[in-house]
């Protein structure tokens, strides 16, 4: 799965004594709690290492971040206090130095030592209108509501500190300001890092010429102004044992669990472990499909038109809820667009099925839909994948489909 990396650093800021995560008056000296044990141990975002996805850099953008306490799901207060040291606290990648800023920073590890922290993060934190993401503490969880029907891409990530041997044959758990004391000022790769991963599955819809029409006919696209203006993903439909076709709405609103209680650390691979009451993990996105409603996602689209043949303009791209198709499910396109002749515009819309039996749209990955045009209508449809910073979701030739 493609990641953003982000190296939460030790940086060298000005501290002071403190007895809890605060702020005071800088100390004269920046690195003066590396050898003063009385000084508080700074929390701070590093440079980034970042892959191409839908963000392709984290300058600018802004994440949310949690340091939750874990432990016993009787330790750990969902509500704030010294269970969450960084409750929902904001950060962003300043474009000139690579660093990213908590907001309200500095911030810091507590002196006591006796908690250990995990680290989580999550983007959007706010909807395109500008409301704030709702961040709810329920389920002995923290749960964001994620708008899918925004289109926006949403990223999870996490960080939990590996149990270590130190050169003082010593063994230390985290993350604390001792396991940053002894631990990493030893070995920086033990730094805590936020990996963050696409939880979505990416559909994107293409449009192209067919490569075999004659100049007279590539000539009407023109002629005709034809323009494609929305694609809206409909409810997937399949047909029972009776003949009755069967609708199964698409999620519009999801819930992404930030974190859950009892999370431990996965030897392996590093990854938090736990289960909400409900049976949820951390980092597991569900679609919600409340009372009402249309269970149908919508994109406008560009004015696409065709400057060239046999080339993929994109119409629209989902992120979705991931899901599987069963045997015989029809994933249901309607794709709106308009001409113009003599001064008078004319909007119309064609409708596509794709069958997505036993298919599964995994999270991270990226599926690609090529409609295939003569003028003015559809002729076929060519499914293809490109990576464009996700993996690929049905390999690089993917499937054709004659839709006649």
């Known amino acids: 799965m493609k990641r953003i990396s982000i190296i939460l650093a ?24 590396m050898e003063d044990l009385s000084l508080p141990v700074p929390i701070n975002f590093g440079s980034s290492s970042l892959t191409k996805s839908e963000i392709n850099s984290l300058d600018g953008v802004t994440f949310g971040v949690f340091a939750v306490e874990h432990g016993d799901a009787s330790q750990i207060d969902w509500k704030g206090g010294p269970s969450l040291l960084l409750d929902n606290v904001t950060a962003t990648m300043d474009p000139e130095t690579g660093m990213a800023v908590l907001d309200g920073g500095p911030y810091y590890y507590p002196l006591d030592n006796h908690r250990n922290f995990s680290f989580y993060g999550y983007y959007p934190t706010t909807y395109p209108d500008g409301t704030p993401v709702s961040v709810s503490r329920a389920d002995e969880s923290l749960v964001a509501t994620m708008r899918i029907k925004d289109n926006q891409d949403i990223l999870w990530s996490y960080s939990l500190a590996k149990t270590t041997l130190a050169d003082n044959g010593i063994t230390y758990s985290g993350f604390n300001g001792r396991y940053i004391r002894k631990v990493v000022l030893q070995d920086k790769s033990k730094l805590p890092t936020l990996a963050f991963e696409h939880l979505t599955t990416n559909i994107v819809f293409n449009a192209k010429a067919n490569k075999d029409l004659s100049a007279e006919e590539f000539a009407k696209f023109s002629a005709l102004d034809f323009k494609i203006t929305g694609v809206t993903l409909n409810p997937i439909t399949n047909t029972n044992d009776e003949g009755l076709t069967i609708e199964k709405k698409i999620p519009r609103y999801a819930k992404l669990y930030l974190a859950v209680e009892n999370t431990t650390r996965d030897k392996e691979s590093g990854r938090p472990v736990g289960t909400s009451p409900s049976g949820h993990k951390p980092g597991e996105l569900v679609g919600v499909i409340n009372e009402g409603d249309i269970g149908k996602l919508s994109a406008v689209s560009p004015d696409v038109t065709f400057p060239e043949k046999n080339v993929n ?43 997505i039996s036993d298919k599964t749209f995994e999270a991270g990955k990226k599926y690609m839909y090529n409609i295939i045009f003569y003028p003015p209508e559809l002729i076929e449809i060519g499914i293809d994948d490109s990576k464009l910073g996700w993996e690929l979701g049905n390999g690089k030739d993917g499937e054709d489909i004659d839709q006649g």
């Open 10 to 33: 030790l940086a060298s800021l000005l501290v002071i004594y403190m007895t809890g995560c605060g702020k005071h008056k800088p100390d004269s000296d920046p690195n003066a709690w």
């Open 313 to 355: 303009y994109q119409m629209a791209q989902f992120f979705m809820v991931p899901f599987s198709g069963v045997q015989d499910d029809m994933l249901n396109v309607t794709i709106a667009y308009s001409t113009t002749v003599e001064g008078k515009t004319k909007n119309s819309t064609f409708d596509v099925q794709i069958d």
